[in-house]
């Protein structure tokens, strides 16, 4: 698919078309432009209205000319165009689904995971995707962040040494200038522990105009970067796109994809299949299929978990692993992610495992002989190779330092808190 000027509302030459400055700044901003460019209805455009005090709207001219405009359900509409579905009661949504702000150490910063770190440098998009997860954050004031105001931030990625890959997000930080991009870069690549630098940006997708090949030249002197994109449907690979991601491809950057699973979007495995097709057909990893998140304004796009597990069943075995993303569920509250896969475990005896394959074919997999004399066993050697070697929970039952792990705070029918044996509850 390749796009064009819609001459009634964006009079364009083909020089300002592919001009991701004129992009932006051509951007549908209001309901008004919508009511021009699709003709939505006095009742439909009133919601949008309403919309517009959550999360303001802007689609590039690009993306907007994706839009079929006899179709209300078409994906590309569907995830541009305020619904009035986003005010609608929702006791399970969040304003901060994944508890960023709980993990931030400093601002514009968020440290859960161990080894890596996510940095915001701008609120601004290209576009503001309504099943946004950081919609608390993204258009508030639409421009990047001071660079002096990100300086806390690179003091503590400097004396955290366990931190050795950094995400920069924001809002899209390929909205900014190359000038303004670069000092962010620099900075951390001035670190000497952080090994990898990824930046997540929409711009592939909704303005491949940005993909310059001095915006790839000035990406490379930072390598290792690896940029992380999120295409949700087949009908926004364009030919632009394609362009795009093979302009940063060429230039050393390796590219994955983040699908979120969307209802009524995508929420089908044929669909998802021929994305991930698409995708390595463009040099693209299928890398995230995720669960969409609880964030509040976005109820109706979320599917069931099921869902998501059906759509990895029929992906699994049925086409190469390479094109099959991991399924994820960032869990609420700052949980992090979880993985799911289709059950092919079906039972355990001592010396044989039971599994099923994608086929349904049942099969046994016999174990060697003496395995708990000839494996490898963890040492205190083999854990100070890791800087950021996990203690505690889960790992300290692997080591043998535990059997058991307590939840806090519950009793059980006798009246005793869990976590305290029986013979001390007694003794109390």
């Not at 083909?14 to 939505?40: C, M, S, Y």
Request: with cysteine; proline share 7%.
């Amino acid at each position: 698919m390749t796009t064009k000027p819609t001459p009634s509302i964006f009079s364009a030459s083909p020089a300002e078309w592919n001009d991701w400055h004129w992009q932006l700044k051509n951007r549908l901003t209001t309901t008004a432009q919508l009511v021009e460019f699709l003709g939505i209805s006095p009742e439909e455009a009133a919601g949008i209205e309403k919309c517009l005090s959550s999360l303001r709207m802007a689609i590039t001219p690009y993306y907007a000319a994706l839009i079929k405009k006899d179709d209300p359900q078409d994906p590309i509409r569907l995830q541009a165009v305020p619904r009035v579905e986003e005010l609608a009661e929702d006791a399970a949504g969040f304003i901060d689904p994944l508890g960023e702000e709980r993990d931030s150490p400093a601002p514009y910063l968020t440290h859960r995971y161990p080894d890596r770190a996510l940095l915001l440098v701008t609120d601004q998009c290209a576009m503001y995707c309504r099943h946004c997860t950081r919609r608390r954050y993204a258009g508030h004031v639409d421009h990047p962040v001071p660079l002096n105001e990100l300086e806390p931030a690179f003091e503590y990625l400097e004396k955290t040494e366990q931190i050795r890959d950094v995400l920069v997000s924001g809002g899209d930080p390929l909205t900014l200038e190359d000038e303004r991009l670069e000092p962010i870069l620099k900075r951390l690549r001035a670190i000497e522990h952080l090994e990898v630098i990824r930046l997540c940006t929409r711009m592939p997708v909704v303005c491949p105009q940005r993909i310059t090949e001095e915006l790839a030249t000035m990406l490379r002197r930072y390598a290792p970067l690896y940029c992380h994109t999120h295409f949700n449907h087949p009908n926004e690979l364009t030919k632009e796109a394609r362009a795009a991601c093979a302009t940063l491809v060429d230039h050393g950057i390796p590219i994955n994809n983040q699908t979120v699973l969307l209802r009524g979007v995508n929420d089908c495995p044929y669909t998802i299949k021929k994305l991930c097709h698409e995708l390595v057909k463009n040099r693209v990893r299928p890398y995230y299929l995720f669960q969409c998140d609880l964030a509040k304004g976005n109820s109706h796009f979320r599917t069931s978990i099921a869902k998501g597990v059906e759509i990895m069943e029929l992906l699994r075995g049925h086409t190469s692993g390479m094109a099959v993303p991991t399924y994820a569920v960032d869990l609420p509250d700052g949980g992090g992610k979880v993985f799911l896969e289709p059950n092919y475990l079906i039972s355990m005896a001592p010396g044989k495992v039971l599994f099923r394959n994608f086929e349904g074919l049942i099969c046994a997999y016999n174990e060697p002989e003496n395995l708990a004399i000839s494996e490898h066993r963890c040492t205190d050697e083999c854990r100070a190779q890791d800087k950021c070697c996990p203690t505690g929970g889960i790992n300290a039952i692997l080591a043998g330092e535990k059997i058991n792990l307590w939840p806090q705070n519950v009793k059980r029918g006798g009246g005793w808190p869990i976590g305290k044996s029986a013979k001390k509850a007694e003794k109390q």
